[in-house]
Each structure stands twice: as structure tokens, then as C-alpha cells.
């Protein structure tokens, strides 16, 4: 009866430590995917970082910074790949979760902090920029068309008030688009060339005004829906870059890069002094 309790005993021993051993193999088998784990999202991040930028500067060449039509570029550029550079600080933040003794995640990552406080910088200072740029392209292009307009009403004032065919010539001249006259002398009257041609440039004048005003009411609508719909999307970037750049998270991890970590006591030992 005792030889077979000694080797019930020692079974039960046996046993006990083959668990203990299956429990360290798969704790450690648990540590080795979270840091591979933790490793993919570091490259992933990187990568995701580097398309940003490459795609942000591919698109602003050549580089005009006082035009408008290049700011607008460049906001439209910087807004439309936001989301690489958050998902990169999202890949950063979680593979720091996995692997918090990672030596290249804490050495990075004050920087992880900064590049999302700078990202959230440039979102809140893109909302009246983008603004800005957004009035001066629109602008432009009215300008462009109501020059063309004077210019019309130019040239129908200089016909009506041309008298020799000398003037006549010249402000016809001086209408885009306008056919040439023949190079021999008119056969018709003044009056009468005045009056067929203002006939045909009239409408046209009422006609491109007409198109204008609509063109700018158009454009107006346009540019309160985008830009509406811009603002709150620079506001919501900037809120979560903001919310990643929190220093609680990165202070957390600090404090575990700096702080010892604690000595495993076995059982019958006692702890060293100090």
C-alpha cells in the first residue's frame, strides 16, 4: 500500500510538472506572436507614413506657394491621404500595446507623440486656409469671366461710336472672336455695318450675363456645401490626432521603459535588502 501511494505520488508529481512546462511553452508561444504581431504593424505604420508624404509632395510639384490654385492642391492633397498617416499612429499605439519593451517603440516614441500633435496642428490650421484658398480660386475665375464680358461691351461701345471706317475696323478689331473684314474699302455705310453688327453682339452680352450670374450662383452653392463638409472633416482629423496624442498613453509606457522590473521571489527565500 505505501510503494503504491509513493508512485501515485510521484505520477501526480510528473504531472504536475508537465503542465507547468505546457503552461510556460505556450506563455512564451502567446509573447513571440504578440511581438511579431507588434513587428508588422511597426513596418505597416512606417510604410504607411512614407506613402503620405511621397504622395502629398508627388503632388505639389512644381512648387508656386503664393498661388491659390497650389494652396488648394496642397490642402486637397494633405486631406484626401489623411487617413494613412492616422492609421500609422493607430499601427504605432497598438503594437506598442503588444511589445511595450520593444526597444525600437520606445525609442520612438516621443516622436509618435509629436507627429500626432503636429497632424492635429496642421488639421486645425487647414480649416480657415482651406477657406481662404477656396474664396480666392473662386475668385479668380469670376474675374476671368467678367473680363471677357468687358471686354464685349467694350468693343460694342467702340463700333457704336465709331464714325469713319478707320474706327470701325479698329473696334471690331478689338472683339474676341470677331471675323475679319476684307482689306479693300467697305461698300456699305457706316451706320448701316454699326447697325448689323451691334445686332448680332447684343444678345450675345445678354446671353454671357446671363450665364455668368448663373456660373457664380452655382459656384457659391458649390463652395458652402464643400466647404462645410471640409471643415468638418480637418475638425474631426484634429480631434483624432488630438485623442492619440494624449500623454497619458505614451506616459504609460515611459513609465514601464524606466521602472525595474519586479524580482520573482521562489518560496523559503527571502527578499534581499536594500
Not at 516614441?109 to 496642421?122: G, K, N, Y
Not at 461691351?153 to 467702340?158: D, E, L, N, T, Y
Not at 456699305?188 to 450675363?209: F, H, W, Y
Amino acid at each position: 500500500m505505501t510503494e503504491f501511494s509513493q508512485e501515485l505520488s510521484k505520477d501526480i508529481e510528473a504531472h504536475a510538472e508537465e503542465n507547468e512546462k505546457r503552461k510556460r511553452i505556450g506563455l512564451s508561444s502567446k509573447d513571440r506572436l504578440k511581438r511579431d504581431v507588434a513587428n508588422a504593424l511597426k513596418w505597416a505604420s512606417i510604410a504607411l507614413i512614407g506613402i503620405f508624404f511621397a504622395s502629398v509632395i508627388s503632388s505639389i510639384l512644381p512648387i508656386q506657394l503664393l498661388n491659390p490654385l497650389w494652396q488648394d492642391k496642397l490642402i486637397n492633397s494633405i486631406r484626401g491621404g489623411a487617413s494613412f498617416p492616422l492609421e500609422a499612429v493607430l499601427f504605432m499605439m497598438l503594437a506598442c500595446v503588444l511589445s511595450p519593451n520593444n526597444p525600437f517603440l520606445i525609442k520612438y516614441l516621443q516622436w509618435i507623440r509629436t507627429f500626432a500633435e503636429a497632424m492635429s496642428l496642421i488639421f486645425l490650421l487647414m480649416i480657415p486656409l482651406q477657406l481662404y484658398t477656396g474664396f480666392k480660386v473662386i475668385g479668380g475665375r469670376a474675374t476671368s469671366e467678367f473680363e471677357s464680358l468687358a471686354a464685349l461691351k467694350r468693343g460694342a461701345f467702340a463700333i457704336d461710336q465709331s464714325v469713319s471706317e478707320a474706327e470701325f475696323r479698329a473696334a471690331l478689331g478689338s472683339i474676341p472672336g470677331a471675323p475679319p473684314l476684307p482689306a479693300t474699302k467697305l461698300t456699305e455705310t457706316i451706320p448701316s455695318l454699326k447697325a448689323n453688327v451691334l445686332q448680332q453682339i447684343n444678345p450675345q452680352i445678354k446671353q454671357l450675363e446671363t450665364l455668368i450670374e448663373k456660373q457664380r450662383r452655382r459656384r457659391t452653392e458649390l463652395f458652402i456645401g464643400f466647404s462645410i463638409r471640409d471643415v468638418f472633416i480637418c475638425l474631426l482629423y484634429a480631434l483624432a490626432f488630438g485623442a492619440m496624442a494624449r500623454k497619458s498613453f505614451f506616459l504609460n509606457f515611459s513609465h514601464r521603459k524606466s521602472s525595474p522590473r519586479p524580482t520573482k521571489m521562489t518560496p523559503g527565500r527571502k527578499a534581499p535588502h536594500p
